[in-house]
């Protein structure tokens, strides 16, 4: 069964730092990465995926993930962050002929501090 | 935000009480989840749909039912609600790989 880890809980920063969310998987055959970002007593809202082609992936809000498959990785970054960016992040794996589930990490709480 | 509606919202219920959460759709997507989020858990999956009338469990489908009559609504049931079941539940919908899953925006379940 897939698994994903996410190998830190809480990451705080200053306001226009870069930072890095880091997410590991276990390894597929075939496996489509996305990243989810929740706002305070929100729903989740889709960041950026990775499906195959280009290992470098943008999304919104200037975030950018690189997917590595020899370190089974799928880390988050963001050159420059700012106070609005301050939310639970959530790295998810789907797996082929999965009925299109999605396995979730348990969650990156990224503080950004003024 | 895909036309997904959960309901209710919120809910406090007593222990050993049935509960029920309905997510709607608009759009007759095939594949239906619902997921619970705790701290420290993320989300993880209580049972899905993938037409109408076809379910099957997820990794926590203890103490949860699900029922799915109609393409837009996906029923989840507690039987017999416990103080374990006091999370945030979430519905989502799945377009298919490429696109991922759309969420609903949560129901806060508290059970006293």
């Known amino acids: 069964a897939q698994s994903v880890t996410q190998l830190d809980s809480q990451v705080p920063v200053f306001e226009e730092a870069p930072v890095e969310l880091r997410c590991n998987y276990s390894s597929s055959v075939s496996v489509y990465l996305f990243w989810y970002v929740q706002y305070p007593n929100q729903g989740l809202q889709l960041l950026l995926k990775?499906?195959?082609?280009?290992?470098l992936v943008k999304g919104i809000n200037g975030f950018e993930a690189e997917f590595n498959k020899s370190q089974t990785s799928f880390h988050l970054r963001k050159p420059s962050v700012h106070i609005s960016d301050t939310a639970e992040y959530f790295c998810?794996?789907?797996?082929?002929?999965?009925?299109?589930?999605?396995?979730f990490g348990k969650g990156t709480l990224l503080t950004v501090n003024p | 935000d895909a036309g997904i509606t959960q309901s209710p919202r919120h809910k406090v219920t007593e222990t050993g009480t049935p509960v029920t959460l309905r997510c709607h759709q608009t759009?007759?997507?095939?594949?239906m989840y619902w997921y619970r989020q705790d701290p420290g858990h993320g989300l993880r999956l209580i049972h899905y749909?993938?037409?109408?009338?076809?379910?099957d469990k997820g990794e926590v489908s203890d103490g949860y039912s699900v029922s799915r009559s109609k393409t837009e609504d996906f029923l989840l049931t507690l039987e017999s609600a416990t103080s374990s079941q006091t999370s945030v539940y979430f519905c989502?919908?799945?377009?298919?790989?490429?696109?991922?899953?759309?969420f609903g925006q949560g129901t806060r379940l508290t059970v006293v």
């Open positions: 749909s993938y037409g109408v009338k076809d379910t």
């Open positions: 759009e007759n997507h095939r594949y």
């Open positions: 989502a919908i799945s377009v298919g790989a490429g696109v991922g899953a759309f």
């Open positions: 990775y499906l195959s082609g280009s290992t």
């Open positions: 998810a794996a789907m797996s082929g002929g999965s009925n299109y589930k999605l396995t």
